[in-house]
Every structure is written in C-alpha cells, then in structure tokens.
C-alpha cells in the first residue's frame, strides 16, 4: 500500500474555458495554483492538447521556484476534474457540452499518463466536488451525502458510505437529467422535461427574460439579466420577481427530497454560486425540501450550502486520488 499522505498531487479541473492547475500536499493544502485559458481560438486547438501542455508549464515553472523545502517529496499521482459525461473507468470523455468542441472523445487517462509517469486519476466535475465537501468540506466527515450544483446546468455527486457512487462506468450522479415533468421542455441532452430544464440557474434566468419580454415582469437592471442581478433585485422585495424564484425553487426542492428518499443521507450540500445566497436561497429551499419529505428522513439530516468554492473539483480529485493509492 502507498502512503498517501506523504507525497504531492497534481489536481487539473478543466472546465469549458480554462483548466484550473494546482500542486496539492496530502492533506489537501494548495501548494502553487495556476489557470489556464483553453478557448483561445474556438477550441480548434482540442482542450487536452491544451491541459497537457499547461500541465508541463505548470510543473516546470514551480519545480523551478521551489526553494528545496518541498522539492524531495514525490508526485504521487494526477487527479482530474473534468465537465463532460466522464468515464471514469478509462478516464475518457465519452459525452461533452455540445459547444465545446473537440472534447467528447478525449483519452484524459491515456495521453497525461503517457506524458507524466505517474497514475491519472478522472472524474466528472460535480463528482469531483462533492468528494471534496466530504474531504474538507461542508460534508466533512459524513459517509452518505448527496451534493447538487445550481449553475448552467444542474450537476451532482453521490456518495455512499464514504465511497463515491459511480456507476458501472462512472457516469451515476446525473442528477440533473431526471424527469420531474414528463413532456415538459425540451432538454440538449436529448430527454424531455429533465430537473436541470426547470431547476438551473439558467432555466431561472430564461424564465424571468421571458417575464419581462412579455410584459408582466418590468425590467429592474440595466443591461442583460443574469443571476447576480436578480438576486439583488430580490433583497428589494420585488414581489412578481419573488413568485418567478419561489415557483424555481419549487422544483430544486423537489429534486432534493427525491434525492433523500433515494439514497438516504447525512447531509444534502447546494453549490453553484446561488449558494452564497443563505437567507433567499439555501433556507427557503430546504424549508420546502423539508415539507415535502417523509418525516422519517428528517432527523438529523443536514441541507447546507457547499463551502469550497472554485477549488471543490480539484480538491475532490486528490481525494480521489488518496483513496485509490490507498487501497492499492
């Protein structure tokens, strides 16, 4: 078995504009961070091309800067998050947002470990975070929790007894492609009525455009609408805009006590950025969340924002990285 703890780990997030690069110690503390662009010309150059060459400018530019103190110890492995359907068995990218081009198809696993001599670990993004909540996280030390992300889409991570449930080939999790409205609006994954068409940030945001567009919500900002905004707009009290969120909310809420009859768990972590909305969000959505479970599932169970921020993905996927070496 390998120590784990003792050594270094380099954790790569891609995500559809930039890869996020960090030298990470055993206990999950950031060592160099550095970010990347990987959108530069459209994507014409593919975004693995991009990741591995980052990678090397990452690892030369802090080797160099490293003043010994640190120097001796090893790279013990890669850990990668990653936006996609994500197969975690072969590490590939075996289904891709449709604009980001040149992605769907990638081998992450196979090309970084031919570049690098160590062992490559990958996972999907929102799986990747919701390790991390439970490494260091708002979830920490929990063994059965269940992480949602409001953004784009709706992402999610499920873990079971301290183990990340992953499916046969790593794709479990997608939370945000369950049908909460059989019929309902069209989805891009190719399903129809799926909690991420209702539930997102930007289905929120659609919907308050389509509002004002038609005439029964008046414009409150200047310039084009987007979640801040209407965040801001409602600590003023705007009544129409509060029905527009409450009717959203309505459906995150839904999502997440199917979430708890399902799996269980100790504690249900909300990211995204609406989750630094406590009053307006995070508590009115566990309030409705509440009310609508079997009341059996309640004692003890936590619904609390997530407290890693941007640096969830890679954290989650030293972690990752931990648990694998370890039961080697």
Not at 162 to 181: K, M, P, W, Y
Not at 225 to 248: M, P, S, T
Request: charged share 25%.
């Amino acid at each position: 078995m390998k120590n784990a703890e003792n050594g270094r780990y380099l954790a790569v997030d891609i995500g559809g504009t930039a890869v996020k690069i960090g030298l990470v110690d055993g206990e999950g503390n950031f060592l160099h961070t550095a970010e990347y662009p990987v959108d530069f010309d459209g994507y014409e150059t593919p975004v693995l091309d991009t990741v591995i060459k980052s990678c090397g400018i990452f690892l030369e530019e802090f080797d160099e800067d490293d003043d010994g103190e640190d120097g001796g110890v090893p790279l013990l492995a890669i850990g990668v998050s990653a936006t996609g359907s994500i197969n975690t068995v072969k590490g590939t990218v075996d289904g891709s947002a449709g604009h980001i081009k040149n992605w769907k198809g990638s081998r992450i696993k196979e090309r970084l470990e031919a570049r690098f001599p160590v062992p490559v670990y990958v996972l999907n993004d929102a799986n990747a975070a919701a390790l991390g909540e439970v490494w260091l996280g708002a979830a920490k030390g929990k063994r059965n929790v269940v992480a949602v992300t409001i953004g784009t889409g709706v992402g999610g991570g499920i873990i079971v007894n301290s183990e990340l449930l992953l499916g046969a080939n790593g794709f479990a999790g997608e939370v945000g492609h369950i049908t909460v409205r059989y019929g309902g609006r069209d989805c891009p994954c190719g399903n129809t009525g799926c909690l991420e068409e209702y539930a997102s940030m930007t289905a929120l945001v659609s919907q308050v455009r389509q509002e004002i567009e038609e005439g029964r919500l008046e414009k409150f900002c200047e310039g084009e609408v987007n979640g801040r905004k209407i965040f801001e707009e409602l600590k003023k009290g705007n009544e129409k805009l509060e029905q527009i969120a409450d009717q959203w909310m309505d459906y995150i809420a839904a999502g997440i006590t199917g979430f708890v009859h399902i799996f269980n768990p100790e504690t249900v972590i909300i990211g995204g950025g609406v989750s630094s909305q406590q009053e307006l969000f995070i508590d009115k959505v566990r309030q409705k969340a509440l009310a609508r479970m079997h009341p059996e599932f309640i004692p003890g169970l936590e619904i609390v924002a997530a407290q890693l921020a941007n640096n969830a993905g890679m954290v989650g996927a030293v972690y990752y990285c931990r648990q694998r070496l370890g039961n080697l």
